[in-house]
Structures are given as structure tokens and as C-alpha cells.
Nanobody
Framework: QAQVVESGGGQVQAGGSLRLSCTASGLPFDSYSMGWFRQAPGSEREGVSCISWNGAIRTYADSVKGRFTISRENAKRTLYLQMNSLKPEDTAMYYC??????????????????WGQGTQVTVSS
């Protein structure tokens, strides 16, 4: 059973920055592509970004392209999401998960049982 823990969320003003982290155990982290997802209240889950197992492929949703940067440290089993120039519409619960592949615009299908509890990001105007 995978255990995934996200952290780093918080409340910031528009234009600010946050760095999210996600630590995974119980799965072969360095064999999986990893993705960040987000879900705002009343909205569907949205794929935000994806990174291949070796970091060679990184993809982003159009809504965050140029502002967010995904990275990973396989030795630490940790995934990151650097979020700059935050906007109120970025407000959501952010989750990471192992995914089967990356799409051109973010993560592909996620692996069941690889979700964490999420970390809340709130951006005020």
C-alpha cells in the first residue's frame, strides 16, 4: 500500500510563491511518472503537471504553464511543485499521485491507491 504525503500548502497573496512537496513510500517511486492534481470546491479534479520517472519529460496544463515548475528527487522519493505568480484561481486542494504516463498537458491516468490527503493552497487577491 502506497503512502503519499503532500506538504507546503498555505495562504499567500496574488503574485506570491509556494513550493509543494510530496513524499511517497510503498511504491517504486523511481519507476513511476508522477503528477500533481488540484481540486477546488465545486469543481472537477484538474491535472496540473507531470514528470517522467527520470525527469526528462515535464508537462503542464495551459493554466499553469510558465508559472509552475515540477521536479523530483528520486533518492529522496520526493516530488516538488514550485508555484510562482500565483493567482486566486489557483486556490484548490493539491494532490500528487503516481501516474501511468504523462500527457502533453499534464498527468495521464493515475495509479489507484497512490493518493495522499492533499495540501491546501489559498491565494487571496
Amino acid at each position: 500500500q502506497a503512502q503519499v504525503v503532500e506538504s507546503g500548502g498555505g495562504q499567500v497573496q496574488a503574485g506570491g510563491s509556494l513550493r509543494l512537496s510530496c513524499t511517497a513510500s510503498g511504491l517504486p517511486f523511481d519507476s513511476y511518472s508522477m503528477g500533481w492534481f488540484r481540486q477546488a470546491p465545486g469543481s472537477e479534479r484538474e491535472g496540473v503537471s507531470c514528470i517522467s520517472w527520470n525527469g526528462a519529460i515535464r508537462t503542464y496544463a495551459d493554466s499553469v504553464k510558465g508559472r509552475f515548475t515540477i521536479s523530483r528527487e528520486n533518492a529522496k522519493r520526493t516530488l516538488y511543485l514550485q508555484m510562482n505568480s500565483l493567482k486566486p484561481e489557483d486556490t484548490a486542494m493539491y494532490y500528487c499521485a503516481a501516474v501511468r504516463w504523462c500527457l502533453d498537458s499534464g498527468p495521464g491516468p493515475y495509479e489507484p491507491n497512490s493518493w495522499g490527503q492533499g495540501t491546501q493552497v489559498t491565494v487571496s487577491s
